[in-house]
């Protein structure tokens, strides 16, 4: 019996099967798709979504073949009426957004999990599930519809807004339309927009826009009328596409060359009542969808995936009862309600769809987010690098207010020693590991060992910073955040793992 089967294939599935597979946790990947997804509507990976994919050694080669600086445009009409700087606000920033397609973030993610000896199951679709108080019985139908049941202790969900595991586990997804209706094609053309950037048309509150892709390719979405018949064919998406694009922009389409992709989709803002339903779990698109403004999505899912596994690891391992795993929803829920919330706001504000809205939007909005330290704030709360779980249920002590790091704060990228001397950094170590960092060598293993107690010796790895700034002794969690800290005291480290794996 595998410890976890999850359903879907996508950057958050794909994710939390490689933090299993790096802890040797059995965990087997089922998709319905017949093969990988070679297009994507997702474009962005945000400096977190960054980080999670190097801990996890998936990164690879993607910022190579990413673009890193964007300027977005934001025209009525003929006139620009706001330009923001993607990356340059924030160039001063360890870690920065890429602009790259899902696709090919999957196709990195899926290189790692071949590494750790892990694959996906194609055409395998899951069309039953039933627990009880040990395991999950899972029965999947395979391309050749032959039916197969599949015993495993946790069922995970991430596969996507129409999640089949959501439904079967009966938790409600709420929310509503934020648009419509959208249509977008991929084409390749030589147009004279800024290779590293997008533009985007408001007028008439009907948005249309146009982002560069590697290779001549341009993605170009708009919002159409709501007279327009529905389930339109390829050919027609584009023909409608292109002829506003064409219309809006000025620019002739007689350079457009290749048609690559074409699709239509709605909008919705949505979270799932429960994360959990006893050995059934939802992550990613299954338990939370938003606007695609600000690229947030896709980072999210990986932070729920990350989230998600240490804890996961520790549960298959008998190291925590299974009552930590009501923590992931007790961190990520809250999360994921601000960040729809943020979305959704953006979507109003920039897109409106009354006259008295516009005029809010151009007098009072627009002069506000043209100024540069405004920008610098969007796209650091875009980054995902200030979330924090202070207040959550693994650190109810840490108040929002409270100066300096606590627990529940991501702790921030250092240069480290390992025991033996050796030179490494905080987030290059971790690794999925939880870290002991402590002023002195001694220090640092005495606290080490008692953390390994409780958690294995395989998962603790006993640091020093280079430049220590404080006598406080800090476990951090492997997602990188904190979760204790205080002044040296192995048993109070051990008090607060025990209450943390084995709640009284």
């Not at 994507?40 to 190579?64: N, T």
């Not at 000025?250 to 959990?276: K, P, Q």
């Not at 969007?378 to 207040?391: E, F, H, K, T, V």
């Not at 108040?399 to 627990?407: C, E, K």
């Amino acid at each position: 019996m595998d410890a976890v089967l999850i359903a879907g294939a996508g950057p958050t599935g794909l994710a939390l099967a490689i933090h299993l597979a790096l802890h040797d946790v059995p965990v087997r990947v089922i998709d319905d798709a017949a093969a990988p997804a070679t297009t994507s509507r997702a474009l962005g990976l945000q400096p977190r979504g960054v980080e999670v994919l190097e801990r996890i050694g998936a990164l690879g080669d993607l910022p190579q073949r990413s673009q890193s600086f964007l300027d977005m445009s934001y025209n009525e009409g003929p006139r620009t009426v706001l330009r923001l700087h993607v990356g340059q606000a924030v160039a001063d920033q360890p870690k920065q957004a890429l602009l790259i397609s899902q696709a090919e973030v999957e196709g990195a993610l899926r290189q790692r999990l071949a590494e750790l000896g892990g694959t996906v199951e194609w055409g395998t679709r899951l069309i039953a599930a039933q627990q009880d108080g040990t395991s999950v019985t899972a029965t999947v139908q395979t391309a050749d519809s032959a039916e197969h049941h599949l015993e495993t202790h946790w069922l995970i969900g991430c596969d996507g807004a129409h999640s089949t595991v959501r439904k079967l586990a009966g938790i409600g997804f709420p929310g509503r339309k934020l648009l419509e209706r959208l249509l977008m094609v991929d084409v390749r053309a030589r147009w004279p927009f800024d290779k590293n950037g997008s533009t985007t048309w408001m007028d008439a509150g009907h948005m249309l826009s146009v982002t560069a892709l590697p290779d001549d390719t341009w993605r170009v979405f708009t919002e159409p009328p709501p007279d327009l018949p529905d389930q339109l064919s390829d050919s027609e998406i584009t023909d409608r596409v292109l002829s506003e694009f064409s219309r809006r922009s000025g620019v002739s389409l007689d350079t457009v060359t290749d048609i690559r992709w074409a699709s239509e989709f709605r909008i919705h803002r949505r979270l799932a009542d429960a994360y959990r339903r006893g050995r059934i779990l939802l992550a990613g698109d299954a338990a939370h969808i938003q606007s695609p403004t600000g690229g947030q999505g896709q980072n999210t899912g990986l932070g729920d995936a990350e989230n998600l596994a240490w804890k996961l690891v520790l549960v298959a391992r008998g190291r925590a009862d299974q009552r930590l795993l009501d923590t992931y929803e007790g961190e990520r829920r809250p999360l994921a309600r601000n960040v729809l919330r943020a979305t959704s706001t953006a979507v109003g504000i920039m897109l409106p769809h009354t006259p008295w809205k516009r005029l809010v939007r151009d007098k009072v909005v627009l002069p506000v987010v043209r100024l540069p330290a405004i920008q610098r704030r969007l796209w650091l709360a875009a980054s995902q690098l200030g979330i924090n779980y202070r207040g959550g249920p693994l650190a109810p002590t840490s108040h929002r207010w409270m100066p300096g790091l606590h627990p529940g704060d991501r702790m921030p990228d250092l240069a480290c020693r390992r025991l033996d001397g050796g030179e490494t950094t905080l987030h290059a170590a971790i690794s999925g590991s939880w870290v002991v960092l402590a002023a002195d060598p001694r220090t640092a293993a005495r606290h080490a060992e008692a953390a390994a107690a409780q958690l294995g010796a395989d998962l603790v790895i006993a640091l020093t910073p280079v430049e220590p700034d404080s006598r406080d002794v800090v476990l951090i969690r492997p997602d990188g955040h904190i979760g204790w800290r205080d002044r040296p005291a192995p048993d109070k480290l051990t008090a607060w793992l025990t209450q943390v794996l084995r709640p009284a």
